[in-house]
């Protein structure tokens, strides 16, 4: 069983930081793209942030510069700097994961539970 595990949400001032992490456990072989999404009432979910294994990294326009995503493959962990916050960056904010698990011969998409991040101006 794959599990995803996110954490560091919550509420902060416009300006402000928050760092977002998702652990990724269970019967893992590898982790291709690992990358964060959000979501708002009414709105389509939306690509933030990716990174590759190789640590190649591609970012949504509204985000550039502020958002900055990295990996840790030792732990299977994802984390989101999120710096210079905008009220409009409020969501749901939610960890993928693409991943090789034992057993397979394909690599599956998982997702976390979601972190709320709600940004006050």
């Known amino acids: 069983q794959v599990q995803l595990v996110e954490s560091g949400g919550g509420l902060v001032q416009a300006g402000g930081s928050l760092r977002l992490s998702c652990t990724a456990s269970?019967?893992?072989?590898?982790?291709?793209?690992m990358g964060w999404y959000r979501q708002t009432p009414g709105k389509q979910r939306e690509l933030v942030a990716v990174i590759s294994s190789g640590g190649s990294t591609n970012y949504a326009d509204s985000v550039k510069g502020r958002f900055t995503i990295s990996r840790d493959n030792a732990k299977n962990t994802v984390y989101l700097q999120m710096n210079s916050l905008k009220p409009e960056d409020t969501a749901v904010y939610y960890c993928?994961?693409?991943?090789?698990?034992?057993?397979?011969?394909?690599?599956?998409?998982?997702w976390g539970q979601g972190t709320q991040v709600t940004v006050s101006s």
């Open positions: 269970g019967s893992i072989i590898s982790i291709n793209n």
């Open positions: 993928n994961a693409n991943i090789w698990r034992i057993f397979t011969t394909t690599r599956d998409d998982y």
